[in-house]
């Protein structure tokens, strides 16, 4: 793995793209100080380019070098919780490029809680300065389910990226929580592992949840994303049998995700049985959606989950997957 870290730093220095585990997905990064280096991840994902990207670094002595004006509540989230799944969208210093931030006024900015992650971001500042961060979003395809083994970025993105470090399976499985600490009060932007109940109790009060008018473009905001290639749809559980049967009538191989036992009778062509739990239930979800794509069915009937908010962050990403399944 040493020989892999330098190979690895020195492809970054050189302007390259290196994937990476962290807890929540594998990245797919590049010097975040340099556009032209940034540039190869929208071409090897084929991502728009007003979309902004969260940049890595390694710890919180680098915040001040990326971001200005960092409130006192900022500092507060990043004791709590980094290295963690958390992301906080600040205002950026003058100096970084738009490429990075989408032409925004505002930064990304995130101490994963991976070691390899870790390693990478410590090796790269060592050598390219303390403050040095690597932009990073996940290493898939735009829109695109994220990769959670380093299997998945080989499928994602082949030879487009020159190297990936395998640090094995992430242990969170789905993106990082991001919060807009850019204009006073903060505001959850996407959800994730941290939940509104965990930051409350570090901010004393229940955090504002997408409802700031005028907040800053973020990743995996779009309606439709995290998709599979096969269509997919949301059915509820008193139904979900009914909805097998009628698929089976029309002659289509159905896969179902669902945290329940499949029936005993009218078994689906394919059932991955995941987690009952919303922790276990992310760390597998995408795997299982990899696996459906795989299958041979014609369509993902996914058991619509508890309305609960233990269960938001999950939920997201289903709708969005939904939204953009069948077509890419």
Not at 110 to 137: K, N, T
Not at 239 to 260: E, M, T, W, Y
Not at 305 to 320: F, G, H, N, T
Request: charge should be negative; hydrophobic fraction near 45%; aromatic fraction near 6%.
């Amino acid at each position: 793995m040493t020989r892999d870290y330098t190979h690895a730093v020195e492809l970054l220095r050189a302007g390259e793209l290196v994937a990476f585990p962290t807890e929540t997905v594998y990245g797919l990064g590049a010097d975040a100080a340099r556009p032209a280096a940034v540039a190869r991840i929208f071409a090897a994902k084929g991502r728009p380019a007003d979309h902004p990207l969260i940049v890595h670094v390694a710890g919180h002595d680098a915040v001040d070098h990326w971001a200005e004006q960092v409130p006192a509540i900022a500092w507060e989230l990043m004791e709590a919780f980094w290295p963690g799944p958390l992301t906080l969208i600040l205002k950026k210093q003058a100096w970084v490029p738009d490429a990075v931030t989408g032409g925004q006024d505002t930064v990304g900015l995130r101490v994963p809680g991976h070691p390899v992650a870790l390693e990478l971001l410590r090796r790269f500042a060592a050598v390219s300065g303390e403050h040095a961060g690597i932009a990073a979003p996940s290493a898939n395809r735009f829109g695109r389910i994220s990769p959670t083994t380093a299997e998945h970025v080989r499928e994602e993105l082949g030879d487009r990226v020159p190297l990936i470090l395998d640090g094995g399976p992430c242990t969170v499985g789905i993106e990082s929580t991001i919060v807009d600490c850019s204009r006073g009060e903060p505001v959850v932007l996407r959800p994730g592992h941290i939940a509104p109940a965990h930051l409350e109790a570090v901010l004393g009060r229940r955090p504002l949840i997408e409802t700031a008018v005028g907040a800053p473009r973020v990743s995996g905001s779009l309606a439709a994303h995290y998709a599979p290639q096969t269509p997919m749809r949301l059915v509820a559980p008193e139904r979900l049998l009914d909805f097998i049967n009628a698929q089976r009538h029309k002659g289509d191989r159905c896969g179902v995700i669902s945290p329940n036992q499949p029936p005993q009778a009218g078994m689906p062509h394919a059932w991955r049985l995941l987690p009952a739990d919303p922790v276990g239930y992310a760390h597998d979800l995408y795997a299982a959606l990899r696996d459906m794509d795989h299958a041979g069915v014609d369509l993902i009937a996914v058991e619509v989950l508890p309305d609960d908010p233990a269960w938001a962050a999950v939920a997201d990403r289903l709708r969005r997957a939904v939204a953009g399944a069948g077509q890419t």
